[in-house]
C-alpha cells in the first residue's frame, strides 16, 4: 500500500483536529475528519482506514475528567469495531486528551494483550495548574513504529492532566516490554528526573509516551503535530542565525513530523 487513509476523530470538543489531519498529508497520507457520531451511525467505517488518530482538545469539556467521556461513549457504541481495526494490524495514535482517551478505553498499555481494560492513569499535573510549554523529549523505545530514527527532540506541551502514574508491576512490565516511547528529558538529553519544568507534570519515571505490546500504538501527551516546520520553533530565529554563522545546514521541518513519516512509512 503506497498511501495509507487516516481517519482523524472528531466531535465534542476536540479542537485538534485540522492540524493532526495537516500533519498526515505533510506526511504522504491522505486523511479525513471524521465525527464520531458518523462512525455510530455507520456513514464512516473504521475498515475503510488503515490509520486511526484521537486528537488533541477537551472532548466533553474535561467535566467527567480528561478523554473519560469520549472513552465512554466510543466504549458503549464502537468497541468492537475499534478492537477488530486494531486486530487487523493498522496503526493507531492519541495525542494529548487523545492519550487520555485511549488510556481510559484501555487500548494503552494493553499489558498481556488487554485492550479492554484500563491499567494506567493520567491525572492533575503536579502543578495544580495548566501547562503549555516546551520541553524536551528522549526516545528511549526500539519496539514502536512511530518513534523509529527519534532521538532527543522538542516539542510543545499543553494539558491539565498528563501526570503518567501506573501501579509498580505495571511499570516493571512496561520497561521490560520496551513499552516506555518517549520520556521527558533535560536539554542535553538526559532524563528529566522529575524536575519541573522538563517534567512538565510530574509523570512518574518521566513517562510522556507509551506504546502497546505490538509497538503500533502510540499515545503522548506532547504535541508533534505542533512541531512539523522548522519555524515553529520558539527560537528558530536565534539558531537560524546561528546556523547561518557556523555554514551548518538550515534545517527545513521539526522534529514532530518524523512521528507522522514513521506512521506512514509502515505500510510502505
Known amino acids: 500500500m503506497a498511501t495509507p487513509h487516516a481517519l482523524i476523530m472528531?466531535?465534542?470538543?476536540?479542537?485538534?483536529?485540522?492540524?493532526?489531519?495537516?500533519a498526515f498529508e505533510c506526511a504522504g497520507a491522505t486523511?479525513?475528519?471524521?465525527?464520531?457520531?458518523?462512525?455510530?451511525?455507520?456513514?464512516?467505517?473504521?475498515?475503510?482506514?488503515?490509520i486511526l488518530a484521537f486528537p488533541g482538545g477537551f472532548s466533553f469539556g474535561d467535566d467527567t475528567g480528561s478523554g473519560k467521556g469520549l472513552a465512554n461513549k466510543i466504549k458503549n457504541n464502537l468497541m468492537e469495531e475499534l478492537l477488530l481495526f486494531i486486530?487487523?494490524?493498522?496503526?493507531?495514535?492519541?495525542?494529548?486528551?487523545?492519550?487520555?482517551?485511549?488510556?481510559?478505553?484501555?487500548?494503552l498499555p494493553a499489558l498481556d494483550e488487554n485492550y479492554n481494560a484500563q491499567q494506567v492513569a493520567l491525572t492533575h499535573n503536579t502543578s495544580a495548574r495548566y501547562e503549555c510549554r516546551w520541553v524536551t523529549l528522549l526516545s528511549t523505545s526500539k519496539k514502536c513504529v512511530w518513534s523509529k530514527d527519534m532521538d532527543v527532540?522538542?516539542?510543545?506541551?499543553?494539558?491539565?492532566?498528563?501526570?503518567?502514574?501506573?501501579?509498580?508491576?505495571?511499570?516493571?512490565?512496561?520497561?521490560?516490554?520496551?513499552?516506555?516511547?518517549?520520556?521527558y528529558?533535560?536539554?542535553?538529553?538526559?532524563?528529566?528526573?522529575?524536575?519541573?519544568?522538563?517534567?512538565?507534570?510530574?509523570?512518574?519515571?518521566?513517562i510522556a509516551a507509551i506504546c502497546d505490546?505490538?509497538?503500533?500504538?502510540?499515545?503522548?501527551?506532547?504535541?508533534p503535530e505542533r512541531h512539523l516546520d522548522f519555524t515553529q520553533h520558539y527560537a528558530w530565529t536565534a539558531i537560524n542565525d546561528k546556523l547561518k554563522r557556523e555554514?551548518?545546514?538550515?534545517?527545513?521541518?521539526?522534529?514532530?513530523?518524523?512521528i507522522f513519516k514513521n506512521g506512514v512509512d509502515y505500510f510502505k
Open 31 to 50: 486523511g479525513d475528519i471524521v465525527h464520531v457520531n458518523d462512525l455510530i451511525d455507520g456513514v464512516k467505517k473504521f475498515k475503510d482506514y488503515q
Open 153 to 183: 527532540f522538542e516539542v510543545p506541551v499543553a494539558h491539565g492532566e498528563g501526570n503518567f502514574y501506573a501501579p509498580e508491576d505495571t511499570l516493571v512490565q512496561l520497561r521490560a516490554q520496551d513499552q516506555i516511547v518517549f520520556k
Open 87 to 107: 486486530d487487523h494490524r493498522n496503526l493507531a495514535i492519541g495525542i494529548c486528551n487523545g492519550f487520555q482517551v485511549m488510556t481510559s478505553l484501555g487500548l
Open 213 to 223: 505490546g505490538t509497538g503500533r500504538i502510540l499515545g503522548m501527551m506532547p504535541h
Open 10 to 22: 472528531t466531535g465534542y470538543g476536540i479542537n485538534c483536529e485540522e492540524e493532526t489531519k495537516f
Open 185 to 206: 528529558a533535560m536539554p542535553d538529553g538526559s532524563t528529566a528526573r522529575q524536575k519541573f519544568p522538563h517534567n512538565p507534570n510530574g509523570s512518574l519515571a518521566d
Open 247 to 258: 555554514g551548518k545546514q538550515i534545517p527545513q521541518v521539526g522534529p514532530g513530523l518524523q
